[in-house]
Structures are given as C-alpha cells and as structure tokens.
C-alpha cells in the first residue's frame, strides 16, 4: 500500500510501482469516481469524435466477426474489377 500526500489544487502523485502495474505513461487519462468513501482511477482512452464510428457498439461486432472469420479461414482473396465483371455473365 502507498501513501499519497494531496497537494495545492488537490493534485497527487502516483507512485512508480502503481503506475507501472497499471501501465500509466504521462499523458494518459483517467476517470476519477467514488464509491463510498473510495476514490477509483481508471485510466480511459480518449478518441477523437472523427473516430468515433469505429468504437460503436455495432462497428466492434463487425470486426470481432471479421476476426472469427479470418481466424477460421472463411476468407478468400480479391477479385480484381475485370474478373468480377467478367463472372457476372
């Protein structure tokens, strides 16, 4: 267990060995909350809103699909303009 010293303004200091466990580098983001009397830090990854799209809910179980589907070979290569064309009669 450390012991973390509130400063002026109400900033801390996370020591070393936290940050190291948790994988913090400088910059990175947290979100503070309370439960009871704790206070939880989780660190969050911000994105930009250009972004965004990718990180929905339903664009996520696309790719968790499109990896089921590459991992199970359920794929094949691409099928240049002329050939595609051609095969449609």
């Known amino acids: 267990m450390s012991l973390i ?3 002026g303004k109400g900033q801390i200091t ?11 580098d400088e910059g990175t983001y947290l979100e ?3 439960d009871g009397e704790a206070i939880i830090l989780r660190p969050k ?4 809103a250009s972004q965004s799209w ?8 696309g790719e968790r699909a499109a990896s089921a589907d590459i991992a ?7 099928v240049p303009g002329d050939a595609f064309r051609d095969s449609l009669g």
Not at 15 to 22: G, L, S, T, Y
């Open 54 to 61: 990718f990180w929905t809910d339903a664009w996520q179980a």
């Open 72 to 78: 199970a070979g359920r794929v094949s290569e691409p």
């Open 14 to 24: 996370l020591p070393d060995d936290i940050r190291r466990a948790v994988r913090l």
């Open 32 to 34: 503070a909350s309370v």
């Open 45 to 48: 990854l911000v994105i930009d």
């Open 5 to 7: 010293r509130v400063r």
